[in-house]
């Protein structure tokens, strides 16, 4: 069974510095992993996903996710923090053969942007 | 291109009834699946659908049913709603499994259902 673990429920950071958005998976095989955001009362909105390639894969709006296979982990990163950030990450997994098109979730990570 | 859209947006029901929700895909996308959101267990999958075929399930009772019609718009149902059942609804739509298709989901921006 794959699995996702978002190890912090609330990142706080300031306007302009740099934020990390920490994520650890398990999956049988190669995965397929991605970043979701969601502002309040609204669906998820796509970010940025890994297949295969480069373990640095940047996305939507300066986002930025480093796959790391050792440690299981795709921590999403951005280097200068806005307010607009301000919003609920979620980090998802699929694997890459048979369960169709099935994400497994993380818990979610609130990240507070303040000036 | 237009997104993922689904309808109602908010939706207030009493104990016992049943309810319908309706998700039109992007067009092109034959992948539909559907998400429950709640506060307390996060986001769950429901059960996806492909080409009208329901190819995937989650661990929800079977008062929970869908389907997908030719033209790839899906509709689930819920029976004999409990209070439990309140949730956002999400409907995510793919185009992984057509020809060309791409590997990321796009979600609608769902139903808040509310069980009274």
Redesign the interface.
């Given at each position: 069974a794959q699995s996702v673990a978002q190890p912090e429920d609330q990142v706080n950071v300031a306007e302009g510095n740099p934020l990390t958005v920490k994520c650890t998976y398990s999956v049988s095989g190669n995965p397929?992993l991605?970043w979701?955001v969601q502002y309040p009362?609204?669906?998820?909105?796509?970010l940025l996903?890994y297949?295969t390639g480069d373990n640095l894969v940047k996305g939507s709006y300066g986002f930025e996710a480093e796959f790391n296979k050792s440690q299981t982990s795709f921590h999403l990163k951005k280097p200068s923090a806005l307010v607009s950030d301000s919003a609920l990450y979620?980090c998802a997994v699929?694997g890459p053969t048979g369960?169709?098109?099935?994400?497994?979730?993380?818990?979610?990570t609130q990240l507070k942007v303040e000036l | 291109k237009a997104g993922?859209t689904?309808t109602p947006r908010y939706l207030i029901k009493t104990r016992g009834q049943q309810v319908t929700l309706s998700c039109s895909p992007i067009s092109g996308h034959r992948?539909v699946?559907w998400?429950q959101q709640t506060p307390g267990q996060?986001?769950q999958?429901l059960f996806?659908y492909?080409s009208e075929t329901q190819?995937?399930k989650?661990n929800f009772p079977g008062r929970f049913s869908g389907r997908q019609f030719s033209n790839s718009r899906s509709e689930m149902n819920v029976s004999t709603l409990e209070l439990g059942d309140s949730a956002l609804y999400?409907c995510?739509s793919?185009s992984?499994?057509t020809v060309g298709g791409s590997?990321?989901?796009?979600?609608?921006?769902?139903t808040?259902l509310t069980v009274v």
């Open positions: 397929y991605f979701y009362n609204r669906g998820l909105q796509f996903k297949i979620f699929r369960g169709g098109n099935k994400l497994t979730f993380g818990t979610g | 993922v689904q992948s699946s998400y996060g986001l999958f996806e492909f190819r995937n989650g999400l995510a793919s992984r499994g590997t990321e989901a796009f979600f609608g921006q769902g808040r």
